[in-house]
Each structure stands twice: as C-alpha cells, then as structure tokens.
C-alpha cells in the first residue's frame, strides 16, 4: 500500500518562497507522472503542477505559473515543490500523488496527510 508524506510547510509573508517535499513510500516514483494537489479551506482539492518521471514538466495551473517547480529525485523516491513569489491565496494544504495520464487527479486513493502551506500578506 502506498503511503505518502509530506512536509516543509509553514507560515510565510507574501513574496517569500517555501520547498515542499513528498516522500513516497511503497511505490518507485520513477515509472510514474507525479504531481502536486492543494486544498484550500471551503474548495475542492486542485492540480497544481506535476511532472513525467524524467523529470519534464506535464502541466501546471495557471495561478502558479512561473512562481512554482516540481522537480523529483528518483533514487530518494521523493517529490520537491519549490514554491516563490508566494501569494495569500496560494495559503492550502498541499499533497503529492501520482497524477492519472492524460488528467489532472490523482491517481492513488490513498492520500498523505498534507502540509499546512499560510501566506500572510
């Protein structure tokens, strides 16, 4: 059973920049397209960005373009979220999971338990 964990979230200004880590446990991330979710509070959980397991981007939202990268380290079997130039509205608990090919959902029913990502303006 896959398990996932996140963290490197925190309380931030606006402007300033957080890195998100997601280590995967049970799966080989390599062979997967992984992404970034984020839930904020009274919303839907959303895509964010992901990418292909080597590495190239597949696609991201427009509110995050420019300011956020997802990069991977396959042999830690653990996912990076560098986010900058942060917004209060980028303020959401954010997961990783494997992200469905051709779609922007996840593709594991088991999600991680997140971590608190607040932009303070």
């Known amino acids: 059973q896959v398990q996932l964990v996140e963290s490197g979230g925190g309380l931030v200004q606006a402007g300033g920049s957080l890195r998100l880590s997601c280590v995967v446990r049970?799966?080989?991330?390599?062979?997967?397209?992984m992404g970034w979710f984020r839930q904020a509070p009274g919303k839907e959980r959303e895509f964010v960005i992901a990418?292909?397991?080597?590495?190239?981007?597949?696609g991201y939202a427009d509110s995050v373009k420019g300011r956020f990268t997802i990069s991977r380290d396959n042999a830690k079997n653990t996912i990076y979220l560098q986010m900058n130039s942060l917004k209060p509205e980028d303020t959401a608990v954010y997961y990783c999971?494997?992200?469905?090919?051709?779609?922007?959902?996840?593709?594991?029913?088991?999600w991680g338990q997140g971590t608190q990502v607040t932009v303070s303006s």
């Open positions: 999971n494997a992200v469905q090919p051709g779609l922007r959902i996840g593709l594991w029913r088991n």
């Open positions: 049970g799966r080989t991330v390599s062979v997967y397209e």
């Open positions: 990418n292909t397991w080597t590495g190239g981007n597949t």
